[in-house]
């Protein structure tokens, strides 16, 4: 009888990765440092500053990090998501505009939170299904992510902060500090 073979699971899914606890949510952002997570699509890195900028003025939220993801396709690595959880106090992570970039932003954030992060992760209308079917693989079907009007990366200042705008009450309910 030949030897057994080890299959990988192409969806990347980990029987063990089913907890769909979130982290604990903050009851005030006041001084509290963000995180953001860019995965490298055109706009992500304007938004996530928009939104940044508006929790530090109108929430009392302290500084604002930038981090970068290596590719827009797959989920930060793991030795990223450690370094944000030891620098920051929650994370906003944008921008999913095409299907395999929302699910990886909706990857991130599931990662994130079982980590213990408070974190939202941000997708474009168009990509819903994409960023559901990954909460779905993650074990984490009910994930909380949110969408922004598709599109983003061809938008000019003014209107991603329309967006940001348009964002900014469910990004409060989302980290649990609704205003």
Partial sequence: MAGREKLLDPTGFDERATDSTLAPRP??????RIGMLDN???????LLQEIAGELQRRYGAGESILYTKDYF????????????????????????DCGSC???T????????????????IVSDSFLVSGAAMAKV??????????????????????????????????????????
């Fill in 27 to 32: 009851t005030s952002l006041r001084g509290l």
């Fill in 73 to 96: 396709g797959t989920p930060a690595k793991d030795d990223l998501l450690k370094q944000i959880v030891e620098e920051c106090d929650v994370v906003i992570t944008a921008v999913g």
């Fill in 138 to 179: 993650q074990g984490f079907p009910g994930f909380d992510f949110l969408a922004a009007q598709h599109p983003v990366a061809s938008l000019d200042e003014e209107e991603i902060r329309g967006r940001m705008q348009a964002l900014m009450p469910e990004v409060l309910r989302v980290l649990g500090v609704e205003s």
């Fill in 106 to 121: 909706v990857a991130d954030g599931i990662l994130l939170e079982r980590l213990g992060m408070p974190t939202v992760s």
């Fill in 102 to 104: 929302s699910a990886a």
């Fill in 40 to 46: 490298t699509k055109p706009n992500a890195v304007l």
